[in-house]
């Protein structure tokens, strides 16, 4: 079962940053959160992932509380292209890869 | 990036027919790779998880007989749904993990729709 919880869905102009929250409270110090997300249609696709810093790459940030319960994934200048499901998931690094999917957040992005 | 490929990336079938979907690896070899299907408006669910030369693990609630998995080969894996129905129809991912480093990301193929009439 998934263990993360996420808004169903969330609107956001275009140009403006997007933050997408995510909460884990059941994370066990093993486990890293990943986010994908998926445009209408096809693979998802990685955006980022951490374990308990702060991790910032070329599509996002994602910030993670420091008691590791919650996190945010920020998308800092949103396009309509981003519009998409975005899908938090914790998994212990290296276990077998298995990602479970919740049900993930419907961005859209309006101009 | 990784590129994995689905083939084909849409099929339509009779009820009762067998339908073979292959999930390649272009650009690394895949030590494990993962099917998961989504029916509409709904999340991905994973089906099962195959290591190369191995026989796959199968989630519990997916019939290993019905959905057979292969992975022969560490950049091709394929999925045969055997004697497909209505119900089969759904959007098929596959997904795989470079074995060799960056294992943190599984790359994601684009998908195949099946529909079974």
């Known amino acids: 079962d998934a263990k993360t919880t996420q808004p169903p869905s969330m609107d956001c102009a275009e140009g403006r940053a997007a933050n997408l929250p995510c909460n884990h409270s059941t994370i066990s110090g093993n486990e890293y959160v990943y986010w994908y997300r998926q445009i209408h249609s096809q693979g998802p696709q990685y955006i980022i992932h951490?374990?308990?810093n702060n991790e910032t790459n070329e599509m996002a940030s994602l910030i993670i509380t420091e008691d590791r319960k919650s996190s945010t994934l920020i998308l800092p200048h949103a396009t309509l292209r981003d519009t998409a499901v975005y899908y938090c998931i914790v998994r212990v690094y290296n276990q077998g890869g298995k990602l479970i999917f919740g049900q993930g957040t419907e961005l859209s992005v309006k101009p | 990036g990784a590129v994995v490929s689905q083939h084909p990336s849409w099929v339509i079938c009779k009820s009762g027919t067998s339908v073979k979907i292959e999930c390649r690896s272009l650009?690394?070899?895949?030590?494990?790779m993962f099917w998961y299907r989504q029916f509409p408006k709904q999340s991905l669910m994973l089906m099962a998880t195959s290591n190369e030369g191995s026989k796959a693990t199968y989630e519990q609630g997916v019939e290993k007989d019905k959905f057979l998995i292969n992975h022969a080969s560490l950049t091709l894996s394929t999925l045969t749904v055997t004697s497909a129905h209505p119900e089969d129809s759904s959007f098929y991912i596959c997904s795989a993990r470079d074995g060799r480093g960056r294992t943190y990301e599984q790359f994601f193929g684009p998908g195949t729709r099946l529909t079974v009439l």
């Open positions: 650009d690394f070899q895949a030590t494990t």
């Open positions: 951490g374990l308990k």
